[in-house]
Structures are given as C-alpha cells and as structure tokens.
C-alpha cells in the first residue's frame, strides 16, 4: 500500500442555510477544496453522507453531485455510517489511494438537514438507532446519550457542572473558527439555565441541526512532495463497529468501537496516544466527548469529566480536544462532519489556524462515530 | 494491486418476504455465502443498500448488519449508488482485498421493499433520479424508461414486440432458478396484453418490486488456490457516471456509463468484448436490457432489439444475456441486485447453474446501473 496525502481542503461557512440546496452546498466545498490543492482532475469521488434520502428526498447521491461538479464520467461512491459517514468516506478515499486503484481522489461530506421540520429531523437522525429495538419504542438520541450520562454521573461521580464545561470550551474555541455555526462563547450557568432536553442533558449540551460541507482532496504521498505546498500524511486509518443498541453493551458508559478504532489507527502510524498533538472528536453531545477521550485512552475510566474541569483539554492544555469548536459550536452536519474534522486537522498541521491555532503541532488525530458508538472511525495526520 | 477471487457465494429466495425483516434476509444470504467459503472469519464487510432510510426507516445499515452477523467489531461499509448499490459494494469490496488492506471480505447486498405501500415504493424508487429536475416535475422510472423506449423505437425502429421478447426470454432462464421471484415462463401476447404503465411499457416491461439479498465472499486469488473448491478471479472491475438527469444526455437511447464501465474493465482484463461467454445485465424494464447490450457493444447502435429477436442473447444464443431470469423474473431488490448478478455468474462459472448452465463458459460479465444510467458498474469474472 502507498502513503497517502491531504493536499487540498474546503470547507463552507456552516449554518441553517435555507437559501442553498445539498448540492450547490457540497459543489462549493468540494470546489474550495480542489483550488486549495491547484489541481482540477480527478479519478474518483467519495461522499459521506448519511440521509440524503430522509431529509431531501435524494438518493443516488454521489452521481448527481459528481454531475453537478462537472467531473462524470468519474466513479462516485456514497458512503453512510450514520454520524461517520464522512470519517467512513475518508477511509475509503484512502484505501482507494493506497491500493493504487486511483492517484486524486476528492472525499467529501455533505448534509442538508434544514429543508424539514424538527420531528422529521428527529425522525431522521433515530434512524441511526436500531429502529426495531430502541426507535419503535420511542428513544431519540438526546434521550440515548442522556441515559449514558446518567450511567456515567452513577459510575463515576461526573457532575454536571462538568458535562457544562464541555460546551463552554467547545464554544471557546469555536468563537475563533469564522465558519461555525455558533462563533460565541457561552457560560457554564447559560448551559445550566438552558432548556432540558433529555435529562440531564440540556439545549446547551447538544450539538445542533445543520446544514453544511467539507472536502479534502488526497494523493500519493509522493506525489504530493513534488507539489510546491505543505501537505499532510494520512498516517493511520482505523474503523471498528459496535452493536447500535446501547442496551446490547456491557458498559453504557464506555465506547469500544472508538478504543478499537484508535489502536487500530495508531498500530497503523506506529504512534502512541501520547504522541498525538491535538484531537477532533465527536461531541454529538457533551457526555460523548467526555467517553470518547477515556475511550481513546487519553484519561484513565471515569476521568474525562475532571480532565475537562481541569483544562486538560483546553486550547492551550496538555491535549487540546476540539480545537474547531468541535461539533457542539461548529455544527453538526452529520454527513459532513468526519470530513470537517480532516480538513481542521490539516489546516492545524499547515500552521493556518488563526486565533485557534494549537502550537508546535506535527501529529492529530480525527475520531467520527455513528450513533451511540455503533461505528467509530478514526484517522492519525502528520505533518510532511 | 493483488488478484481478487470470489470464494463463497450466497442468495435467498427471493419475492416478497412479508414474514422476514430487512436484517434476518441479509444475515441468511451472508451466512450461505460463508457456509460455501467454508470460512468464519471477515475481515471487513460492504453492504449495498440504496435506501434503507424511505424503505425501513434505519440507517446506520452496515453497523446494524454485521451486529447482527454476530461480527463486531468487524470494519463495516455501506455502499448506495441507487440500483447499482450492489456493484459497487463489491467493487469496493475489490478494492479492498487488491489493497491488501483485508484479506477475507464479505460483500452483501440488500433491499426490504414491500414494507411500504406502491405508492411510497415508487417515490422512493423516483429518489434515484435528479429530484430537483425530474421528480418534482412527476416524473416515475417507468416514466423515464418509456421515454428512452420510445426514441429508441423512434430513432432505430425497435419493435413493440421486440421490447416483449426481452421479457420473454428473461421469464424462460428464469423458470429454471429455483430462488427467482416469478419462475414461469410468458408470452409475446401476455406481454402486449398486459396493463400498460407508460406508454409503450407495460406491467410485464417492468422488474418487480422485490425483498431480497445476496452475498459473495472475496480474498486474494492466492488464498484462494489454496482452498479446496472452485474459484473465480474478478478480472476486471470498471465504475462511470452520467447525468443523473435524463434531459441532460445527448442521445437517450445510448448509455454512455455503462459502455465506459465496460471499457475500464475490460481493459484491466485485458480483454475483449467477444471473449466474454454470457452476461448478467441490469433489465429493470426491457427496453434497458436493448440500449446495455448496445452500450457493452455486444452489437451496434440501434440494433438491440434484432439482438434478442434473433435469439443471438437467449441462453443457447451466441451471447446469452441475463440466463438468471434478469432483474424481470429473478426479482430486482434493489441495492441486492448488482451482488446477485454476481452470484449467477459464479455459480455458472462453477458449472452448478442446474437447467439454466451456459455451457463451456469460462468468463462472464455483469453489468449493473442506477437510475437511467446515472451510474454504472461493470465485473469481469474468470473461472480460475
């Protein structure tokens, strides 16, 4: 297998975008992202995305984008894994590469999520669920993740001053990012005072309805050093799968998908966790990030909620976890956002940041996961 | 890139399977396939599915499936390009076994279909074309296919009853595979008599709607020689798009995606059209399989429909198309066909096809499309 490289990034401002439709939205990263590369051809196209179906009524979704890109007759493939669809899209644009099968390969992640009501959003996002055990009996995913921070507050004495303080960073960091969705800062009282969603779990906790893009355009790493531009190194890749209902597990609190998926990525970089710089993961909800970085071994079982408190995660902390805002601030897209966490990784590692930037970093690491952690997908980036 | 050879294949009667779930279809096809492998052990698993979302409500498809499998935390990938959704997965399924990034692959393929009304059936069928440009405007596939057959009658003088004698045919070869949906045989006349859909297509023009699933598994060709049973290499593996929109294309009667798909797998075959012995295409309506055998230059432009008249693409005929019974007799759910087409094709190359067996056949092409060739997928297989 050939090295693979990030040479091009694109990423459109995110939001309720009602005046654009899922394909100008995806044309306009993907375009973004080709010009950042200087390269206009390509061999294939990966797109994540989860229910294009559901939320716009399309399918056979990476044809039509591919048409609308201008780029047929080029082989497209869409690529769904729920909230991983865009870590799932990258991996396979990365086997694609490193098989050899093609040299350019555009990855991208779309999802346009506002053209329907509230519930058919809900309705729509359930699906992620295992619809015969848990959605048929009225579960939605504020209720599934707050029932893992109820477990988890039970297990390990969390507070939910901590579950706060999660949101408060995110939003820290995501006032620096001029394409989130929510660019401000918010209070640990604001999330507190916040409407209940699914209790513990408040407005403030969870990561909101968006529409958005991001792409990244990939290449033989020996290509990509002969282009006159920094370029990033996919170093590592691992994916690994769950049961998607959360009752099926022994341990609510704890995801295994994403603890495979990062061994898996890591044995691949021959790295360590502790060599790793900087961390985009998926905080659908503020318990979720609090798991994932114990799940990634970043803190021991039950520590996440004081790492955070102690600011271990923070911008400029031991290991910053969200630089971008993450999906709580950013937005959530959820085809999109596995793409979107590569291209802040990138922009992190070629030193253009801005106000967020995370100094002297060389290696980041990027988790997706669908669902409650029925699939997880993580990618290792080092700098070229 | 290492040889890729197909070790294990499996499908389940197919019809509409009201006492069976989405889940319980694709795990019996998937446990058949590993039972001919005689394997246990994946290492990675792609599904074709094209809308799960509108059928069944429930994404997250491929985590869901191989919890179900009982193969977590298996590398899971679900795969949609509409109709060609089973193409594809196995394409990718390809790719990663050349790669070397897995050994043991199983590729699935998947529809539940007749959990829905007609109505929601063709709507989300009609997901498959440009929404925007077409659906919107009321237009259905039959719609859509109607217009391509009459410019073809138009423009070539393909007979009304030469589009019935595709069906003819597929309805004989199907009479003969025990697993087909409609496994008897019908007449020209039954065909003209039938109720019309949209002019010129009638009822008995059109593939069913289908439950059903279909599995193959893949490994290197050199794991394979060393198995104790009949093997078959993927040859060759081509992938194109087109316009989604049919009002885009220059001819409608001409599939552009289809003939690229062809000539990409050909040429890493290297081989020619005339070598291949039989052939496994996509006759969602009878007019599709005309215009395919045009597209693959199995004959010139315009003279398909001689083609079948002439009985050159009957199972005793120089070039037997669709000896399965075809999308027509065998069934057509959806995201399972393109997998199924390859499980013909290896159980013909196996010699184990009983009544429908093309004799002396060493090497078979499949050839699966989305929409009105939207996208298209074509599979060279050579017994080994």
Redesign the interface.
């Known amino acids: ?1 050939r090295d693979v490289a990030v040479v091009g990034v694109g990423m459109t401002k995110w939001g309720e975008l009602w005046e654009k ?1 899922l ?1 100008t939205i995806f044309v306009e990263a993907a375009l973004l992202a080709l010009e950042d590369a200087g390269l206009d051809r390509i061999e294939a196209m990966y797109v994540g995305c ?2 294009s ?2 939320f ?9 984008l ?2 609308y890109l201008g ?12 909230c991983s669809s865009g870590g ?1 899209a990258l991996r ?1 644009g990365f ?2 590469v ?4 093609s040299d350019v390969v555009l990855v991208g992640g779309v999802e346009k999520m506002t053209d329907v009501t509230g519930c058919e959003a809900t ?2 996002l359930g ?6 055990y848990e ?1 048929y009996h009225g579960l939605t995913f504020p209720g599934l993740y707050a029932m893992m921070a109820k477990a988890h507050m039970a297990k390990y004495g969390t507070t939910r001053e901590q579950l706060a303080m999660v949101a408060v960073k995110n939003h820290e960091n995501g006032s620096k990012n001029p394409l989130a969705q929510f660019p401000f800062k918010i209070t640990v009282e604001a999330v507190l005072n916040s409407v209940l969603v699914a209790d513990p779990l408040r407005i403030l906790d969870c990561s909101p309805i968006t529409d958005g893009a991001a792409a990244v355009i990939l290449c033989p790493a020996d290509m990509a050093k002969k282009m006159k531009k920094p370029a990033v190194k996919i170093a590592g890749s691992g ?7 959360l009752s ?1 597990r022994k341990d609510m609190t704890w995801i ?2 994403t603890h ?1 998926a990062a061994e898996k990525a890591l044995s691949m970089a021959g790295r360590k966790i502790e060599d790793i710089d900087f961390f985009e993961v998926h905080d659908c909800f503020t318990i979720a990030e609090i798991c994932v970085t114990e799940a990634l071994g970043l803190v021991g079982k039950g520590r996440g909620g004081k790492a955070v408190e102690e600011g271990l995660t923070s911008l400029s902390g031991k290991f910053p976890v969200n630089p971008s805002g993450g999906l709580k601030a950013k937005g959530h897209p959820v085809g999109a956002t596995g793409v979107a966490q590569a291209v802040e990784v990138v922009k992190q590692l070629r030193g253009e940041a801005g106000a967020r930037q995370v100094k002297a970093a060389s290696l980041g690491l990027t988790q997706n996961m ?2 409650t952690g ?2 997880s997908v993580v990618h290792i980036f080092e700098a070229m």
């Open positions: 297998m439709s394909r989860m229910s179906g559901l716009v009524g399309q399918e056979h979704l990476a044809s039509l591919s048409d780029k047929n007759p080029v082989p497209t493939v869409r690529v769904e894994s729920a799932l396979q086997i694609d490193a098989s050899g099968m309705y729509a699906t992620a669920a295992d619809q015969e959605g994916q690994a799968t769950d049961t998607i209902a099926s295994e998908s495979l669908g669902g029925g699939s």
